[in-house]
């Protein structure tokens, strides 16, 4: 099945390296990405208990540019209306998310202010600081800036006025059109790009580990963004395949061996989207207890389906009423299954993953179906 992608690596060196022309990665240089590793493995649960701590550190690794603002609390505290309930965006294991209004930079912002008691510590803030304040994508949400006052630990975004990708699959409200599936290919490339960002840009590379439909935020014209860097790990160097680290992360999402075995690869994060890939397909959650026990984990009930081909269009998701190709439809259901294979070495690079989702998001005739994402069709159809 991997021979499948093996075609698109000449597109992803060319994308690679002109990409590594024209933005930041995290460290910047080999000397700085050795620091940052030392760094973030010495990092202690205490780390980032003053207000100075956190900008220091930031400023010492290498020449990175660093652009984070650092807000006060009182600021804050006007900017949402003294963190008023009305505001409020969004909510989680780290706390609440606020829409707010901060004049001193003229921009409407999303302040997610951690829970003190909650499951993020001052170690995970202090990770998504380091890393958004040192990667640089499109695709990846911007970081404005923080505020560590006293015990307070909040970070301030860019504001997504469309929120999360998992708001825009179930559960619409009255009078919200359901994704279309064109925009579904177009987030689906976006997010893979954001993740190639990470691992194929990125020196040292980096392991998000925490890829699921509610860290995908989307702008005004739907193009989506990773947020929620808190979980996310330096990956292996020096010759090492993988990262040991305790099982984080989401239900439903994690891979397999990682599961188990708490051995972390780039490779997890590709099962993670082949399970969001899937919830965008199919407009099911990873884990739904409401639907029949057969049916409750998304990528268990789709294992048998992968095999049958005149099932294929079963997997669809209702909400698009027919108004998808089926051929795109079967390209879509490949490349979701090889990133969901079991073993992590089965599964294709991210990089290539983008290549043959470049493709899907621009078919325009079905019937002129791109080289790469055909050949992935045959492949799965005929192991």
């Not at 499951?119 to 994508?137: A, C, D, I, T, Y």
Request: charged share 25%; hydrophobic share 35%.
């Amino acid at each position: 099945m991997m021979s499948c992608f093996s075609c698109c690596r000449v597109e992803v060196q060319h994308r690679t390296a002109s990409f590594k022309e024209r933005t930041n990665a995290v460290g910047g240089n080999n000397k700085n990405g050795k620091f940052l590793r030392s760094f973030m493995n010495k990092l202690s649960s205490k780390t980032g208990g003053s207000k100075q701590k956190i900008p220091e550190e930031i400023q010492n690794i290498g020449k990175a540019k660093v652009s984070a603002h650092i807000f006060t609390f009182p600021e804050l505290a006007v900017a949402t209306d003294n963190f008023n309930p009305n505001c409020m965006i969004g909510e989680g294991g780290f706390g609440r998310v606020y829409k707010g209004y901060i004049e001193s930079i003229d921009q409407i912002v999303a302040v997610k202010q951690l829970d003190r008691n909650g499951m993020q510590g001052s170690r995970e803030f202090f990770s998504e600081v380091l890393m958004l304040s040192l990667v640089h994508h499109p695709n990846l949400v911007n970081l404005i800036g923080y505020c560590t006052d006293g015990d307070q630990r909040i970070l301030v975004y860019e504001y997504m006025p469309k929120g999360s990708l998992e708001n825009h699959l179930l559960d619409l409200p009255p009078g919200q059109e359901p994704l279309d599936w064109n925009t579904r290919m177009k987030i689906a490339e976006g997010a893979a790009k954001g993740l190639e960002c990470l691992h194929d840009f990125a020196d040292p590379p980096v392991i998000y580990r925490d890829f699921k439909a509610s860290n995908i935020l989307l702008d005004a014209n739907f193009n989506p963004k990773l947020s929620d860097f808190g979980l996310a790990k330096l990956g292996p160097t020096e010759g090492k395949d993988h990262v040991s680290t305790r099982v984080m992360g989401t239900y439903g999402y994690c891979a397999p061996e990682y599961a188990m075995t708490g051995k972390l690869t780039t490779k997890s994060d590709v099962y993670s989207f082949g399970v969001v890939f899937l919830e965008l397909i199919s407009g099911r959650r990873a884990i739904d207890i409401e639907r029949p026990t057969e049916e409750q984990n998304l990528v268990a009930w789709a294992e048998p389906l992968f095999k049958d081909r005149q099932k294929f269009m079963l997997m669809a998701d209702p909400l698009l009423e027919g108004n998808c190709p089926e051929k795109g439809l079967y390209q879509a259901l490949a490349v979701a299954a090889m990133c969901l294979q079991e073993e992590a070495d089965s599964r294709p690079l991210i990089g290539d993953v983008v290549t043959a989702l470049e493709f899907l998001a621009r078919a325009k005739d079905n019937d002129n179906c791109c080289r790469i994402t055909k050949k992935t069709v045959a492949c799965m159809l005929n192991p």
